[in-house]
């Protein structure tokens, strides 16, 4: 069963960067899409960023209006990474990683398997 573990969040300055990855476990048997997702306190879930995994016969990447030019997915073998740049506050919230097996997109409600997600804090 295919599991994720995000890590790389933590306390950032306006302006900086961070670089959050999500590691996968486990056989799924299929292919499947990896996307980055994040909820800021009182606020919904949104999602962020897309990508195929290796095995996928499309490779595609997707993002959200919100964050194109400033973040960027990327893959490397099990692990999927978030570079994010030109953080301000409003970029503040828990980012979790998941994956829907069998696809090419991310749907918000409709990921199999989500990770725990780890806290980004931006602020001076």
């Known amino acids: 069963q295919l599991q994720l573990v995000e890590s790389g969040g933590g306390l950032v300055q306006p302006g900086g960067s961070l670089r959050l990855s999500c590691t996968s476990s486990g056989f799924t048997g299929d292919y499947y899409a990896i996307g980055w997702f994040r909820q800021a306190p009182g606020k919904n879930r949104e999602g962020l960023a897309c990508?195929?995994?290796?095995?996928?016969?499309?490779?595609m990447i997707k993002y959200a209006d919100a964050v194109k030019g400033r973040f960027t997915i990327s893959r490397d073998k099990n692990t999927v990474y978030l570079q994010m740049t030109s953080l301000n506050p409003e970029d503040t919230a828990v980012y979790y990683c998941a994956a829907a097996l069998r696809s090419y997109v991310c749907p918000l409600f409709g990921m199999d398997v989500w990770g725990e997600g780890t806290l980004v804090n931006v602020s001076s």
């Open positions: 990508i195929t995994s290796e095995d996928s016969s499309i490779s």
